[in-house]
């Protein structure tokens, strides 16, 4: 499954209920990845709950500052990603 934040759509309809990223999810996807995670660090507890809920999932994060999110105070993801 693929994200892409710059897609007004996609940004819109997340940024208002990031919970969608959970809910739209299939038994049969098991990768997915967001582009340009920067631009919605409230996708990183989604992100966070996935990985603690199913350890079979795997997230590709993409973007072009982590250090946006390191100054906004974004979940990490400490420990459960590298």
């Not at 920067?38 to 079979?56: C, F, G, N, S, T």
């Amino acid at each position: 499954v693929y994200y892409d934040l710059l897609d007004s759509r996609t940004y819109g309809e997340l940024i208002a209920r990031p919970w969608l990223l959970r809910e739209r999810l299939t038994s049969s996807e098991r990768v997915i990845v967001i582009d340009e995670i920067q631009k919605m660090p409230a996708l990183l507890d989604e992100v966070h709950l996935l990985i603690e809920r199913d350890a079979q999932l795997r997230f590709l994060l993409t973007g072009s500052s982590a250090r946006k999110l390191m100054r906004g105070g974004a979940n990490l993801l400490a420990g459960r990603a590298w």
